[in-house]
Each structure stands twice: as C-alpha cells, then as structure tokens.
C-alpha cells in the first residue's frame, strides 16, 4: 500500500436527501446561528428535521462552533441523563423507515397503543460538507417525548432561548419545549 493511500480518509456517504432542507429545496448551505458556510469540505455541523402530519415543521442546520457555544449553556445534569437515554435505548441503523429507540415503523400505517401517528418523527445527523460524519438519527414523537423528559429547566430554556435568537419563524404549535435538543 502507497503513502497515499494509507493517508486517505474513508469514504463518507453523502447527507441523503431526506435531510435537504425543505425550505430553501436543497442542502442546507449555511449555519442558521451565525452564517457560516456549510458546504465546505472542512464544515462540521449538525442538520436537524422534524415531520408533523407529513409535512416538515422545523429544520435547522448549526455549525459546531454555534452548536458548542449553545451547548454551553446546558446542565450537566442534562447531558448525563441524555447520555444514559441513548445508551439504553439507541439502536443504530441505516434504514431511515423506523424510529431507531423503539423500531416502530415510521409509515402511519402502524400506529402505537397510544393512537400515536408514526409518521410523526425528527431526524437528526452530523456532517462534514456534503457528507455524513455518522449514521441519521431517527426518532418518533413519543420516544423524543421521553428523551426531552430527562432536560433539566437550565437546559430547556438555553435551547428554548437560541430557538428565539435564531429561527423567529418557528409555528407557533412548535414551541421551543417541543423542539428536541440535539446538541
């Protein structure tokens, strides 16, 4: 094997269109906080989207200098509990049709004893450029409902504050308690 090759970087897989923002009708192309280019090669951020009733609601996209600075401002509390969230529940996979805490399908032909719509989810990734940096995160509503359960009020609010600085367009229906936190 050359130098060169033994140096090169693995292949990431592209940020699937799934995650384009539905707004602006393609890849998001800057951090939502302070502008920053995402479509560099060297960009590191976080993309995130929620559907309700299969439209999408919310999207952002933050670089990890904004991400971390709003990060700043969470409990400690916060980050542990979520932390024991995941290593509970996340199940990592690459097929984006089920919640990756609970494996429901995410069709709305298979609701949950709770008449929850399936079909109502967030997605969540972190990037580099075009490309993924790991796998997407899917959620339904109900185990994101359980996951913002562990967020302490020093948490809710910082999240609940940087939503207001940074996406004044936000549905009202949408309020920033509602919002997973994905820092």
């Not at 949950?112 to 969540?124: H, I, K, Q, T």
């Not at 490309?131 to 999240?159: D, G, M």
Request: proline share 8%; hydrophobic share 35%; net charge negative.
């Amino acid at each position: 094997m050359s130098e060169s090759e033994h140096h090169q970087e693995p292949k990431l897989p592209p940020v699937p269109q799934l995650l384009h923002s539905a707004f602006s009708e393609g890849p998001f192309k800057a951090c939502v906080s302070c502008g920053a280019d995402l479509t560099g090669p060297a960009a590191i951020y976080q993309l995130q989207k929620t559907w309700k009733n299969g439209e999408v609601v919310f999207e952002l996209a933050v670089c990890a200098e904004c991400a971390a600075k709003a990060a700043r401002d969470f409990s400690r509390e916060s980050f542990e509990r979520i932390q024991q969230f995941l290593g509970e529940r996340y199940q990592p996979a690459f097929d984006l049709g089920h919640c990756h805490f609970c494996r429901r399908r995410l069709d709305g032909k298979n609701p949950g004893l709770d008449g929850e719509n399936p079909a109502e989810y967030e997605a969540g990734a972190f990037c580099r450029g075009g490309f993924l940096l790991r796998p997407v995160v899917i959620i339904c509503t109900r185990c994101s409902e359980l996951s913002q359960e562990n967020l302490s009020e020093q948490t809710r609010k910082a999240w609940g504050d940087f939503v207001d600085q940074n996406l004044p367009g936000v549905p009202y229906s949408l309020e920033p308690d509602s919002i997973p936190v994905i820092f």
